[in-house]
Nanobody
């Protein structure tokens, strides 16, 4: 059974930092695209960041570029998201996702990902 489990969410003041982690089990994703998405109440699930199979390429939503950094450790089958200079508008449930098909970093749509974690809440207070 494939599982993605996120951790590291919480409550932080605006301007603060958090580091999210995602641990995969049941199969390896070392050859596949992985990404982070987020969903605020009443809104659609939005792309945040994606990373290629090797970690050599990544892409970010305009709203987080320069503040967030995605990384992966294939040997440990883990994915991370370092979030700095957080804003209240970053408040959402953050989801880890993995593709069974793609290898690059140019995949921004939820439908391009096959496996999802249960999500971790990030709340940024003003």
């Amino acid at each position: 059974q494939v599982q993605l489990v996120e951790s590291g969410g919480g409550l932080v003041q605006a301007g603060g930092s958090l580091r999210l982690s995602c641990a995969a089990s049941g199969r390896t994703f070392s050859s596949n695209t992985m990404g982070w998405f987020r969903q605020a109440p009443g809104k659609e699930r939005d792309f945040v960041a994606t990373i290629s199979w090797s970690g050599g390429a990544s892409n970010y939503a305009d709203s987080v570029r320069g503040r967030f950094t995605i990384s992966r450790e294939n040997a440990q089958n883990t994915l991370s998201l370092e979030m700095n200079r957080l804003k209240p508008e970053d408040t959402a449930v953050y989801y880890c996702a993995a593709s069974a098909t793609y290898r690059g970093s140019g995949h921004y749509r939820p439908g391009e990902y096959d496996y999802w974690g249960q999500g971790t809440q990030v709340t940024v207070s003003s």
